[in-house]
């Protein structure tokens, strides 16, 4: 894995490779925690264009349905606050932008703040409100992590990756400040 500060932000890339064996199945996800200025992600806006998400359920947080987030508490496709909603959800369906990266922006009142972009490579991405118990860390940020596959997938099968030896799986993302 590689990290640099860029022109574009920070900017990362990963890669994995199989040495030897195969093939294996493969899949995995990184783990950044986003925020704006001024207290907590109630106070913040949230955008994600995504059509679905799959729901997670029980103190484990297993996988569940793959639903619809149109009008739904999910729905984050216009910039919204996620005020009032527990979510720890793997989100698909993602809408690409010409350069075909998809991307989260968290912004305070006044559009300050950072995105997080990435590649076709990642086509679901979990996010996680921080609900803790502890007021000072309840809500701080915002955990935002694009992955390859969602959870549960080596027993759905759902986008996993079969990693042949000698053929790398690359995927990059980034994150810059925005306002």
Known sequence: ???????KG??????????????????????????????????????????????SEGERLLPS??????????????????????????????????????HVEVLDAEGVGVRMSWGRELGWVQIHTA???EPELDRTGLAVEPMTCPPGAFNSGTDVIRLEHGTPHEAAWVIQAVG
């Open 1 to 7: 894995m590689s990290t640099c500060w860029g022109d």
């Open 10 to 55: 920070l900017e990362t890339t990963a890669r994995a490779e199989l040495l030897a064996g195969g093939p294996a199945p493969f899949g995995w996800g990184t783990h950044p925690y986003l925020c704006a200025p001024g207290g907590s992600a109630d106070a913040w806006s949230l955008t994600l264009a995504a059509d679905t998400v799959q729901l």
């Open 65 to 102: 349905e793959l639903v619809p987030v149109e009008g739904g508490a999910f729905d984050f496709r216009t910039p919204r606050s996620p005020r009032g909603a527990f979510i720890d959800h793997a989100f698909t369906g993602l809408k690409r932008d010409d350069a075909g990266l998809a």
């Open 131 to 133: 609900d803790r118990p």
